[in-house]
């Protein structure tokens, strides 16, 4: 079982599929910290570690959490006009930017995409 009662999907995964779980939802932001302030003040969401550089994404990220298996991740760009959230954020303001799933074999699941 995953979390919130949800079965996990390689139970009943048809042969060929690959089964996925979900792990977080990204969340374009202009600022971590005033984004982080929002989330743990107004959800009861925790932070998972300090705010972390990705230079070779061109952004600052930051996981929160609400209980196991319910993250955000706060991604803020390093560079306003080069990192991968800015046209997100020009056209949308903050908004959710992507869904992220694990699989067990990630080896496995690319050979089957």
Known sequence: MQPLGIPSPAADSPAGSVPLTFHHIGIAVRSIEETLAYYTDLFGFRPVAEPLEVPAENVRVCFV??????????????EEDTSPVAGVLERNGPTPYHLCYQVEDLDGALRRL
Do not use: D
């Not at 959490?65 to 390093?78: M, N, S």
């Open 65 to 78: 959490e609400a209980e196991p298996g319910i993250r955000i991740e706060l991604v803020e760009g390093l």
